[in-house]
């Protein structure tokens, strides 16, 4: 790619050209499908997979990573115009997952040489899905307490235990995995390793949700074979590298991900309530309800471009991120509620032909949502997070928060 260095302009014309030229134009109406296939059973086909090819080779699919594996290399100036060219014609990134938001960027600051190499490029081109094993079923918000046990077995490592709300478990190639490699010490007996899903010392069981799907599962390891070369970090110091990655998590969380996708809510009211003789939503107090979620969605959206501004380029996330998490699952959750409420009956479909497809996930969405709240740390990890690292407040347990 043309090295524009400040040239903001220049690059915003090369990103619309190559976008225009590459994005399948059957995509435009229907691109947010992809994440769907990339993150479930379904991998992508037809022109969803010729996307994800393209956007693999240009690199853009992980825009600020490094080229030398696979990355776009393009500065944190350009990745905010290609996505807004990308958002202009209706385009998704089709490098999605756990690889690209929470791993890829932790393996980058903490992975040797030979661990980049070997497992950015895949995640760079869509190749792999990569699951979280972290919590346990005696180990959620103490997620230092975790007991899933690693031992050394001279040429390789074996882990044995139980992880549990693993995010695409079912589906995964990898998993990067929070393990106890000395059950003498808490936090300093944490070693942070990467386990081939793909062997028979691994079971996974989905946990069906409220929502009807099953998108966490609780997942066995029985001697379970992690090389070497595949513990990332010293031994005994994955407790950093582990909480570094629950930074990344809850930027993207922190991001418009959460903020729910579909229709304006304005137009949604103005179909289901119906307008006055002005044009305007005709239940007053619904209106200003509407307006106000509006101002706090547009507000959050400001602040996150503003840290961006403010962090000079420096793209490692800080505390603040459990600020921007706790905003976006708010405003998320309410505009699953206020949803709900616009459509009155019609939005209490689950199945048939009664209800739309948008009524039926509409329900769907709202009953899933609940769960944002809980997982990536809850509300109360992040308020307790803010509290201490950012308002400076005294810890009267002395508890060390994830």
């Not at 060219?85 to 040489?113: C, D, K, Q, R, W």
């Not at 800080?318 to 709900?340: D, F, V, Y």
Request: charged share 20%.
């Amino acid at each position: 790619m043309a090295d524009f260095g400040g040239d903001v302009e220049g690059f915003r014309a090369e990103a619309r050209s190559w976008l225009e030229a590459n994005f399948p134009r059957s995509l435009r109406d229907n691109s947010g499908a992809l994440e769907e296939a990339m993150m479930g059973a379904r991998r992508p086909t037809g022109d969803a997979e010729l996307w994800r090819g393209r956007m693999a080779q240009k690199g853009w699919g992980a825009p600020t990573w490094p080229a030398a594996y696979g990355g776009g290399g393009l500065t944190p100036i350009q990745a905010r115009v290609l996505g807004e060219e990308m958002a202009a014609i209706g385009a998704t990134n089709p490098i999605v997952g756990m690889g690209t938001s929470m791993f890829g960027p932790t393996l980058l600051e903490y992975g040797t040489e030979d661990q980049k190499q070997r497992h950015i490029p895949p995640i760079v081109r869509g190749e792999l899905r990569w699951c979280q094993g972290y919590s346990e079923p005696g180990a959620g918000s103490d997620l230092a307490s975790l007991q899933t046990k690693c031992e050394d077995a001279g040429d390789h490592w074996l882990v044995n235990g139980q992880k549990i709300w693993t995010s695409g478990a079912q589906y995964a190639d990898w998993c990067f995995c929070l393990v106890r490699t000395d059950t003498a010490r808490k936090h300093e007996g944490i070693s942070f390793v990467l386990i081939d899903m793909h062997q028979a010392a691994v079971e996974t069981r989905p946990i069906k949700l409220i929502a009807g799907s099953s998108p966490f599962c609780e997942t066995f390891f029985t001697n379970a074979r992690v090389e070497k070369n595949d513990m990332v970090g010293p031994l005994n110091g994955g407790w950093s590298v582990g909480k570094r990655l629950l930074q990344h998590e809850r930027s993207g969380q922190g991001g418009g991900r959460m903020l729910g996708t579909g229709p304006s809510l304005p137009e949604l009211a103005k179909t289901y309530v119906g307008v006055d003789a002005a044009g305007r939503i005709a239940d007053a107090d619904l209106r200003s309800r509407i307006a106000a979620h509006m101002i706090d969605a547009r507000a959050h959206a400001l602040t996150i471009r503003r840290a961006a501004s403010e962090a000079r380029g420096n793209q490692n996330p800080s505390a603040t991120t459990s600020i921007m998490k706790n905003s976006s699952t708010r405003i998320g959750q309410e505009k699953a509620e206020l949803t709900l409420e616009i459509m009155g009956s019609r939005g209490l479909g689950w199945e048939g032909d009664d209800f739309t497809p948008a009524e039926r996930e509409a329900v769907r969405g709202w009953l899933s949502g609940k769960a944002w709240t809980i997982f990536g740390g809850s509300a109360e990890i992040q308020n307790n997070i803010i509290s201490k690292r950012i308002l400076g407040l005294p810890d009267p347990l002395g508890a060390n928060a994830q």
